[in-house]
């Protein structure tokens, strides 16, 4: 899981929302037909307790009747662009069809000829910013930053990021990393100062240093890194993590103590993935009915019971397409309405500002 969670990259600071007219396309008899004659497809680095891939690819299987051939399941994005440039001639169980990566891996890989564009049937649901316009990578799902709260120790949870500077969360808020090198951890000191900077991306850096010099002072801060045994425990009652690891801590931890995930009312920073088909797929119909399963309503909801917000998570539930027992288990849809997916390029600076200067200016070594 650990390598999976290197790979969170962020998208853009402006989602926009697709059109929320249903999409029911389904693949062509065509596609099934070639797909089932190829027989295979051959993934790459999908764990299955990774965003409920176990159960979205017993659902392919069972759904189209091909074989899927796993490749090392805790592989990183960096392995999966080095299966395919490794294997481009070869035809065998060792060449990947497809591959799920960290945004940035989707524009090198196709300035790179590694990838080939394929726009499934419900291309026009999936926000213009969460793909490449060409079809050669898109979004497949997200999280967003979340607080993590043990209810028996945390009587009023906090709403909103100012509100952990309140005295009554006295050294009770972790991160879920160190903050000089843990992308979860300087996603979360970013979307505290996002919060503090109304939304100004170029500043939240910085104020999300502040914001923790402040959290610290006011003895808040817990220098330990967050772990569902940590929030048992009472070291760490609030944590800030990405939702889908809030989510899986709570079921973890079955009720003993009762948890609550809460995503914030500002400063709502999301990470996504991107799927992507090899230029060089020994299969690339299969690929191809992959792609169109997991873009499916059927996919998608997959993805959310395993805790990943689906790319198509808007569009689904304003279609009213999620199932309510799922539904029950997430924070508010609404809640996700506002998440900001920065850039590449604001990612890079604001890592800098945040590394670089949490030992000068927060001064907490995490561990």
Not at 182 to 194: D, E, M, R, T, W
Request: glycine share 10%; with cysteine.
């Amino acid at each position: 899981m650990n390598t999976r969670l290197r790979r969170i990259l962020s998208l853009s600071t402006a989602m926009v929302i697709a059109s929320s007219t249903f999409a029911a396309a389904e693949p062509s008899a065509e596609l099934i037909a070639a797909a089932k004659k190829e027989g295979t497809l051959t993934t790459i680095a999908l764990p299955h307790d990774w965003c409920g891939y176990g159960g979205v690819i017993e659902g392919f299987k069972a759904k189209y009747g091909l074989k899927v051939n796993e490749l090392n399941p805790d592989a990183g994005s960096g392995d999966e662009i080095e299966a395919i440039k490794a294997n481009k001639g070869n035809t065998g169980d060792q060449a990947p069809d497809v591959i799920d990566v960290g945004l940035s891996f989707g524009p090198t890989a196709k300035a790179d000829k590694l990838i080939q564009p394929y726009k499934v049937s419900t291309w026009d649901s999936i926000p213009d910013a969460a793909k490449d316009a060409d079809g050669y990578w898109y979004g497949d799902y997200y999280g967003v930053m979340a607080f993590e709260v043990n209810k028996d120790l945390v009587k009023n949870p906090p709403k909103d990021w100012a509100d952990l500077l309140k005295p009554e969360y006295a050294n009770m808020v972790a991160l879920g990393g160190d903050p000089r090198t843990a992308n979860q951890a300087i996603s979360a000191v970013f979307a505290a100062g996002l919060s503090a900077a109304k939304g100004d991306a170029a500043k939240a850096g910085e104020a999300g240093l502040n914001f923790f010099k402040e959290l610290n002072a006011k003895g808040n801060f817990v220098p330990v890194v967050g772990k569902p045994a940590t929030l048992a425990q009472g070291t760490t009652p609030i944590m800030l993590r990405w939702d889908y690891n809030a989510l899986a801590g709570r079921d973890s931890l079955k009720g003993n103590p009762p948890v609550d995930v809460i995503v914030p009312a500002s400063g709502v920073v999301a990470g996504v993935y991107v799927q992507a088909i090899s230029a060089y797929a020994p299969h690339p119909n299969a690929a191809k009915l992959w792609m169109e399963y997991l873009y499916s309503d059927e996919g998608q909801i997959g993805w959310l019971k395993g805790y990943c917000h689906p790319i198509r998570f808007n569009d689904l539930a304003k279609n009213g397409k999620i199932p309510a027992d799922v539904l029950a288990k997430l924070p508010d849809p609404k809640a996700y309405e506002q998440a900001v997916f920065p850039t590449l390029a604001q990612q890079d600076e604001y890592k800098k500002v945040i590394t670089e200067g949490w030992d000068k200016v927060v001064g907490a070594s995490v561990k």
